[in-house]
């Protein structure tokens, strides 16, 4: 079984949600209830920061989605127009709440595997 979805959106928040919860029902019977939730935050995540951060909410740039699921594994590929991002792993403590940076740590503590190449970020659910 593969599954395989490619699309492009507007950096727009009412897109994203638009085409999120266009995927969403795709894929809902392919996974197990569990990674179905935490594929579903990882999507929001990914597309939302490469609206705001990544795209700075300029409607005219576009981001690009691609999602892969076989019987083993799921990858998910965000791509912005931004100049990329510069992600390090860091603990989360008390004193760490700060308004942003929060989303690629829920990414990262969800996927298995997490990778940040400029302005386009993979991670993978293994099945």
Aim: charged share 25%; hydrophobic share 35%; aromatic share 6%.
């Amino acid at each position: 079984m593969d599954y395989l979805i490619e699309k492009n959106v507007h950096s727009d928040i009412k897109c994203v949600k638009k085409l999120i919860e266009e995927i969403l029902p795709c894929i809902k019977d392919i996974i197990n209830p569990n990674t179905f939730f935490n594929t579903k935050l990882i999507l929001y995540e990914l597309m939302i920061n490469s609206v705001i951060h990544g795209n700075c909410e300029d409607l005219n740039k576009m981001i690009n989605i691609k999602i892969c699921i076989n019987k083993s594994r799921i990858i998910i590929e965000v791509s912005d127009e931004g100049s990329g991002v510069c992600y390090a792993h860091k603990n989360f403590g008390e004193y760490d709440l700060t308004e942003s940076g929060r989303g690629l740590m829920l990414v990262e503590g969800l996927s298995d595997k997490l990778n940040i190449d400029g302005n386009t970020v993979t991670c993978i659910q293994y099945l």
